[in-house]
């Protein structure tokens, strides 16, 4: 989408959204597949032409779902923050809900601005599967022990190069490293959780970080061998890459600005 030229007039606003990842082929447009960028610009052309730009804050995959997902629309309309956020609302599929819109400064930005994202991954541990969970949960029947897995991720902890967590592609060049803040394993009945924090992800990091996660647990890996996988720099010493369906954005940092 191209906005109207002219810095003056120009408004930036940021829409702050969840979506249901199941109906999507993930955030950005591709062709001959729907996204939610596709499904948001849609609905902006219905109330406010096509005279704007979105940005969004991640590249999130096929069937990744999102609690919160952070929008930057820059437009010369001057319809005010709450009336297009109900206008969208409107117009947007049941799939995708629009939480909050406001206006931020002209230099924000969706992406560039983030100080950290918070990623949640959802483990049905299980021996019967949840036919409500279904495509919003991993079913894992064999019995996880969270204490273990939970000392285990902390080795995730810190700034580190992690080409072992990343699935390889053109979208992945130049500095590998990331600094995760936190990570941690909690239990809540049968559901599992595994919620890490960072200044970024590479491409398939979270996924991959669960997947060799169950791999310790199924005693496949040691548990203290997490940080040698890391300092390997090689994506074959670490597990497999779990599905998408249990993976949620579930939180994104701007410090002051949200």
């Known amino acids: 989408m191209q906005y109207l030229p002219g810095a003056g007039n120009l408004r930036n606003l940021l829409l702050t959204i969840s979506y249901d990842g199941k109906s999507f082929h993930g955030w950005q447009i591709q062709q001959n597949a729907y996204t939610v960028q596709e499904a948001l610009q849609t609905a902006a052309e219905k109330i406010i032409g096509g005279s704007f730009e979105i940005k969004g804050c991640s590249r999130t995959d096929a069937g990744v779902h999102a609690n919160m997902y952070c929008v930057s629309l820059k437009t010369g309309h001057p319809i005010p923050p709450e009336r297009l956020k109900a206008a969208l609302n409107r117009w947007l599929p049941l799939s995708v809900a629009v939480n909050d819109c406001r206006e931020v400064s002209a230099d924000f930005h969706a992406r560039y601005s983030c100080k950290s994202k918070e990623y949640i991954y959802k483990i049905w541990n299980s021996e019967v599967r949840s036919p409500f969970l279904e495509g919003y949960a991993l079913h894992y029947r064999y019995p996880i022990d969270t204490k273990l897995l939970n ?70 890996i040691p548990a203290d061998g997490i940080l040698d996988i890391i300092e390997k720099k090689d ?17 994104v940092n701007y410090g002051d600005v949200l």
């Open 151 to 220: 000392t285990a991720a902390q080795a995730f902890v810190g700034s580190h190069d992690f080409t072992s967590f990343c699935t390889l592609d053109n979208r992945e060049k130049g500095d590998m490293t990331r600094t995760v803040k936190a990570f941690s394993v909690t239990r809540a009945d049968e559901l599992v959780t595994m919620t890490v924090e960072a200044d970024g992800f590479l491409y398939n990091m979270v996924r991959i970080m669960v997947g060799t996660l169950l791999r310790v647990q199924q005693g496949k």
């Open 235 to 251: 994506r074959a010493f670490a597990g497999p890459t779990a599905p998408a369906c249990g993976l949620y954005l579930n939180r």
